[in-house]
Every structure is written in C-alpha cells, then in structure tokens.
T-cell receptor, first 115, second 114 residues
Framework: AQSVSQHNHHVILSEAASLELGCNYS??????LFWYVQYPGQHLQLLLK??????LVKGIKGFEAEFIKSKFSFNLRKPSVQWSDTAEYFC?????????????FGGGTRLMVKP | DAGVIQSPRHEVTEMGQEVTLRCKPI?????LFWYRQTMMRGLELLIY????????DSGMPEDRFSAKMPNASFSNLKIQPSEPRDSAVYFC????????????FGEGSRLTVL
C-alpha cells in the first residue's frame, strides 16, 4: 500500500518569506498527487494536483509544486507567503491501479505566518 | 452545486449515547469517504463506498462504529455507544470515477463526547 510522509510538522515564517513543504510518497506505480489546504476551522480544499504532463504544477493563491519521480517527491512551494496562508497543508497520493479513487494523506504540516 | 453537506456541524453528547452523523454527497459522485481528524492521529480514512457499496472499512476503529449508504444521495456514520476518545472532527468527502482521486470535502461534524 502507498504511504505519504511530510517532513515538517510545524513551520513558522514571517510574511514575504519563501515556503517549501516537503512531501514524499512510497509507491512504485502510477500516481496522482495532491496538495490540500485546511484553513483554521474549515474543511480541506484542493490547492493543486498533478496527474500527468509538466511536473511543475501551479495552483491557486500563488502555490506551485514539483513532481520529481526519481525522488518520489511532490514538494509545495510559494515564493512569498502572506499572513492569510496560515493553515494546515496536506499532501495526498492516489494510486489508481492499486486503490481506485482512494487518497492516502500525509500527516499534515501546520504553517503559521507571522505578520 | 451545493457541495458536500454534513450534519450536524457540532454535536456534544455524553458517553454511552448513540451518535449519528449524516452526509449528502455531491450529486453524480459515485464515491463517498468518511474521514476522522484528531490532533493526535491526523486525518484517518474510516470507510469508503463506491456506488453505495462499502469497499474498504478497514479504518473503522471498532464495532461501535458503523456506516451505511442506503442510496446515492445519503450516508450516515453511527457510533454506539460513544466514548470520549471518539471526540474528533468527522469529514465526509465525495468523488467521481473520472476525477482520479480528487476529493471534495464537507464542512465536517465536530463531535465532543463528555
């Protein structure tokens, strides 16, 4: 079965700092990759997704992620964070050949952006 | 579309009581998932359905938990009897076969068992 690990549990940044959140997965076959964001007190919302094609994926609110197949990684980046980016970020993987539509989530990274 | 609708949004109950959480998926979606979120364990998949049929319930913690999907537009998750360690936010999510794993989440039901 596939698994997802997020290296940082808590990240604290000042506004305008650059962000990179790590995500690694373990599965050797075809994968679809996702980043979800959960703002305080809210539900999970899709930030961006990778199915195929260009490994650099751009999402909403200036976020992007790069799929590096050789490293089994899908790190999330943003060049300049804002206070409103304070949230919890979840990386998730879907292995369509193995688990249909099921998503496996990482443990999440809580980001706090200081104004 | 109204999105995934969950009820109740908040529930406070006493240990031993039965709890029923409800979910209405997005119309036309054929997958429905129940997740539980806690500080200690993060986001856990409890069970998921495809075309109203339970596919994987290995995440259901114990026999006190049960979930049904009697039709394509409704699912419920029951806990009987409830215990304080069941306190969590329970999310329902739905998806469609063509979406390759992209889930649409409801607002969640925050359960507190005293």
């Amino acid at each position: 079965a596939q698994s997802v690990s997020q290296h940082n549990h808590h990240v604290i940044l000042s506004e305008a700092a650059s962000l990179e959140l790590g995500c690694n997965y373990s599965y050797g076959g075809t994968v679809n990759l996702f980043w979800y964001v959960q703002y305080p007190g809210q539900h999970l919302q899709l930030l961006l997704k990778y199915f195929s094609g260009d490994p650099l994926v751009k999402g909403i609110k200036g976020f992007e992620a790069e799929f590096i197949k050789s490293k089994f990684s899908f790190n999330l980046r943003k060049p300049s964070v804002q206070w409103s980016d304070t949230a919890e970020y979840f990386c998730a993987v879907n292995a369509p050949d193995n688990a249909g539509n099921m998503l496996t989530f990482g443990g999440g990274t809580r980001l706090m952006v200081k104004p | 579309d109204a999105g995934v609708i969950q009820s109740p949004r908040h529930e406070v109950t006493e240990m031993g009581q039965e709890v029923t959480l409800r979910c209405k998926p997005i119309s036309g979606h054929d997958y429905l998932f129940w997740y539980r979120q806690t500080m200690m364990r993060g986001l856990e998949l409890l069970i998921y359905f495809n075309n109203n049929v339970p596919i994987d319930d290995s995440g259901m913690p114990e026999d006190r938990f049960s979930a049904k999907m009697p039709n394509a537009s409704f699912s419920n998750l029951k806990i009987q009897p409830s215990e304080p360690r069941d306190s969590a936010v329970y999310f329902c999510a739905s998806s469609t076969t063509g979406a390759a794993g992209e889930l649409f989440f409801g607002e969640g039901s925050r359960l507190t068992v005293l």
